[in-house]
């Protein structure tokens, strides 16, 4: 069991490891221009949309793109009403982790690994900032790699079919589970990675991974609301905005799961891509059906989450009726 937990700790550092690098990599590359294309390209929803879906592909993280958009909105940089734009389109921007994974492309971890490395020695300030991408895409494939070098011995020991069994509604299991271990390692990339595995070899059920998917887009909220913890009321907005997106999607989409889990085999012949496409087609799905409607819905959760001022008048507001009352 020690073994077990232990591998499967350190792949998934690996793989952790590998994110964080890439996205550093990205962000040397990019320099300022980042800054400068998030704050120019928001001032309408569809360019905020945009821009979301295309940072967010880019550094690999939904996770930073939105605490970088948190962070703005705190010091007034971009209104809370540009941020939802860029909201919906990391939802989709993180798909592009999920389906680069699926592509089954592990025999390239250690070549891209070395590459990356090598790059960092080179003398030419560019090719230099492309190592650190490289490398960490090693170690995304590296780390996946490990984790599912424990299939065959979970398999094995049995511990997945049980837990399987003694719950006794496997879709409920796997959003709580994928909200929890989201919310602990802060990215949902890892855990519908490892589900995918974990799906490919049916160590899990259809079900189950489908859960995990939508699990995972409540649990990745976890670290913007932790990161609008100490911030102004608009930057607060972001965070609330975010989670009640991923909460009314996975709300919607896991009570349907019966009803279309026919159909999934259908988008692909690999079991790891199937999910893939189902992360996709979620996250278009939810984006696209909130874009057209981004200033209502900006308006719903300032009205959800007013300033504390007003709040203290509707407060006092009621101890005055009371006293009239009494």
């Not at 490289?134 to 997945?160: T, V």
């Not at 990339?189 to 259809?206: E, K, Q």
């Not at 889990?261 to 893939?276: E, F, H, K, T």
Request: hydrophobic content about 50%.
């Amino acid at each position: 069991m020690f073994e077990i937990i232990s591998v499967f700790l350190f792949g998934l550092m690996i793989f952790l490891y590998g994110l964080h690098t890439m996205r550093e990599g990205f962000e040397r590359l990019a320099g300022d221009h980042l800054q400068e294309v998030l704050l120019r390209f928001t001032k309408t929803p569809f360019r905020g949309f945009l821009t979301g879906t295309i940072t967010t592909a880019l550094l690999q993280s939904s996770t930073a793109v939105t605490v970088l958009t948190i962070g703005f909105v705190h010091v007034g940089i971009l209104s809370f009403s540009q941020s939802i734009g860029i909201i919906l389109g990391t939802n989709i921007g993180t798909t592009i982790t999920t389906q680069i994974l699926a592509l089954h492309i592990e025999d390239l971890a250690l070549p891209l690994l070395l590459i990356g490395l090598s790059l960092r020695w080179l003398p030419w300030s560019n090719v230099k900032k492309v190592g650190p991408i490289l490398s960490g895409f090693g170690c995304l494939f590296l780390g996946i790699n490990l984790i599912q070098s424990l299939i065959q011995p979970l398999k094995e020991k049995g511990w997945i079919d049980a837990l399987m069994q003694s719950s006794g509604n496997p879709i409920l299991l796997g959003l709580l589970i994928s909200i929890l271990i989201t919310a602990l390692i802060h990215s949902s990339s890892a855990t519908i990675a490892i589900t995918m595995g974990f799906y490919a070899s049916g160590l899990v059920s259809l079900p189950f991974a489908l859960a995990v998917v939508y699990g995972s887009n409540i649990g990745t909220c976890v670290t913007g609301l932790m990161a609008a913890f100490r911030t102004n009321i608009h930057a607060k907005r972001v965070a609330i905005a975010h989670l009640i997106l991923n909460v009314l999607g996975a709300m919607i989409f896991t009570p349907l799961i019966p009803l279309y889990i026919d159909w999934i085999p259908y988008l692909a012949d690999q079991p790891a891509v199937q999910l893939a496409h189902v992360q996709t087609i979620f996250n278009i799905l939810c984006s696209l059906a909130v874009l057209p409607f981004t200033n209502a819905f900006a308006k719903l959760i300032t009205w959800l989450v007013p300033e504390r001022n007003k709040v203290w008048k509707w407060e006092e507001y009621l101890q005055i009726q009371h006293h009239k009352k009494s």
